[in-house]
């Protein structure tokens, strides 16, 4: 039988996606360990999950401005992930650019979740642009990361519509819980 799949996951907000993952694990749906849950915001909900189920954790500084981490917090997220061994690596709200070398040491074993049907929407504003393009139907996407933002392969999409009384708050909360059916699913039948 093959050994759980490990995944180190990386995010810095609520921490919805993560706790979608764990959930999948306690119901064993999805067969993996955490092996590292590291974040670059000491305070968030993302950090407080990982520590209430007593997962193996990292907060990383990576510097004031969110386009532009230092080289330093790039070499010391490359250092924890290579420490844990992952077998994939998920940005699950992760609101920073991950560049090498961690992009070039785990090429085609990192994946992103992005609000929108990539290859609309990209960037940090996906719910407001699709919001304020007038189209009716946006979703979510697993892609991988390649060094080009949120444009490497896609690996799964749905589709959510959108309502006429949205805003990008309700919007973005049902596109969250498609992610959340979603991200698991990619993640049960990993590696593609
Ligand atoms: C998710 O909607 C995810 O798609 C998005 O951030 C949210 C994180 O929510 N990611 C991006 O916008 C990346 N460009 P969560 O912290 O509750 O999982």
Redesign the pocket.
Known sequence: MNLPLRIAVL?S??????AAILDAIHARTLRAEIVLALTDEPTST?LTLAQNDHLPTAVIDCGPHPLRTTDASQQAIHDHLLAARPDVIVL??F?RILKDPTLTTFADRIL????SLLPQFKG?H?VRDALASGQTTTG?TVHLVIPEI?AGRVLAQASVPILPTDTEATL?AR??QT?HTLLPQVLSTWPH
Do not use: L
């Open positions: 995010g907000g609520t921490g919805s996606n993560f993302f699950a709200g609101m992103n979740v992005h609000p940090r996906a979510c949120d973005h596109i969250k992610e």
